[in-house]
């Protein structure tokens, strides 16, 4: 997400390093420059125009602070304006206090709203709550036994209408009625779609505003659509009130305009962003973190909040204690460390959270995604001896288990220089330090461990 206008901002603020002040004439440059990419971005021109007002203000004339350079200065200057175009801080869903909380989701057909449905409920589950989804979109074919389906793989119960029910507020009292005595203090009303906004869909969700006052109102928005997506989202709230939004596929969206515009024009808060095609890939919006990413700055926080939330605290300790016990490791504790790296996400999720990584290096970079299950095929085509010690392993041996993977030799040289690499690293960070029996600093390669 962002690589176009990233690559771009970082080019500008490159060209800063050093100035001995930040006078009116760098400033000035520098802003024209922002200007056109922010433009290019397809970011709302009265935004933009806002936007340079205040960096200009804030930024003309300040004296560079000693080992800071006013590159890093415009950094911080352009960085917390954008954070504050993007809505300042995070915004919680509002479930606080007893009773059923209702949560309804709305938006154009296309926009991912049943998907993210589930992906909300399984979101709430795991914060504790229980959740039901209503399947309240009788005019798309298949939304409902697509809902259904999604509840089925969530273990979420998803309420279903009655056959030949046209009238949606009925359709939700009846889930509502259901909900209660049963545990549900979650009601996520997945409401239809239209191809563009209409009076008749929006009389419907006013309707179901009206009757059962919702806690959220979120409008799920495809930020691929660029202003597009403002475009609706002021719509929808001139006639609905939004709570929050909702963007999805912001991981596809390169230039960023929507995500740049939208809480400027509207002042609703985006709340929740999508960023991947898995029932997981559902996370709250940081404005700083999306920013700090932007800026090539990395989010190493949301990449540790990753790490708790997906890798097996259990598996990574009884990893450390046979590598310990053992004062080495072998192709069995390999597996086990990259199986756990796969959970974080693809590795180019992971690399664009690292300080300094750029879009362009990740566009240089080998970041095939088929290659962990090659990985994983070779290393399990070894005997168990082999993986035990790897040493073993001859020109013939790596030939046959070349032959039984459906790899090359070349693949299987590379997985083992790979592993040798992550040996000596590991020595290197004293992973191993103390020996055998000695303790064990697996900060290396247990995230869990102190």
Excluded at 300 to 326: N, T
């Amino acid at each position: 997400m962002f690589d176009e206008l990233s690559e771009k901002l970082e080019g500008i603020i490159r060209k800063l390093g050093g100035k001995a002040v930040l006078g009116g004439d760098v400033v000035d440059e520098s802003l024209r420059e922002i200007r056109r990419v922010l433009l290019e971005a397809d970011v709302n021109y009265k935004l933009v125009q806002d936007f340079l007002a205040s960096v200009r203000e804030k930024a003309t004339g300040q004296a560079v602070i000693k080992s800071v350079s006013p590159g890093q200065m415009m950094v911080k200057v352009v960085h917390d304006e954008l954070v504050e175009m993007l809505g300042g801080s995070s915004r919680e869903l509002n479930l606080q206090g007893g009773g059923i909380k209702v949560i309804m989701l709305c938006g154009l057909q296309g926009s991912g709203k049943t998907t993210t449905a589930g992906k909300l409920a399984r979101r709430l589950k795991k914060d504790g709550r229980k959740p039901m989804m209503v399947a309240a979109d009788i005019y798309r074919p298949a939304a409902v036994e697509q809902l259904k389906t999604l509840g089925d793989r969530l273990d979420v119960p998803t309420f279903v209408p009655r056959r030949g029910e046209k009238k949606v507020t009925r359709i939700v009292a009846d889930a509502l009625v259901e909900a209660n005595g049963t545990g549900i203090d979650t009601v996520l009303i997945d409401t239809a779609g239209r191809l563009q906004i209409d009076s008749a869909m929006m009389d419907e969700l006013a309707g179901l505003k009206k009757k059962f006052g919702p806690q959220e109102i979120l409008l799920v928005v495809d930020a691929m659509t660029g202003q597009e997506a403002v475009n609706i989202a002021e719509a929808f709230h001139e006639q609905l009130s939004l709570t929050g939004l909702v963007l999805t596929k912001l991981d596809g969206d390169a230039r960023g305009g929507a995500a740049l515009s939208i809480y400027g024009v509207t002042k609703v808060p985006i709340k929740l962003i999508g960023v991947g095609e898995g029932l997981d890939a559902l996370e709250t919006f940081h404005p700083d973190r999306m920013v700090s990413r932007m800026l090539q700055m990395g989010d190493i926080v949301s990449l540790v909040e990753r790490a708790e939330e997906q890798m097996d605290a259990e598996e990574a300790q009884r990893l450390e204690k046979k590598v310990m016990s053992r004062g080495d490791m072998d192709l069995d504790d390999f597996l086990s460390t990259m199986r756990q790296l796969g959970r974080l996400g693809s590795m180019e999720s992971i690399l664009r959270m690292i300080p300094g990584v750029s879009g362009k290096m990740l566009r240089n970079a080998d970041l095939d995604p088929g290659k962990f299950k090659r990985l994983e095929g070779i290393v399990l085509s070894m005997t168990p001896a082999e993986r035990s010690k790897p040493k073993t392993i001859n020109a013939s041996r790596r030939k046959r288990i070349a032959a039984g993977s459906g790899t090359t030799m070349q693949d299987v040289n590379q997985l083992l220089k790979q592993f040798d690499q992550m040996r000596k690293m590991m020595k290197q960070m004293g992973v191993f330090s103390g020996g055998r029996g000695g303790k064990l600093n697996m900060r290396g390669l247990n995230p869990f461990g102190k």
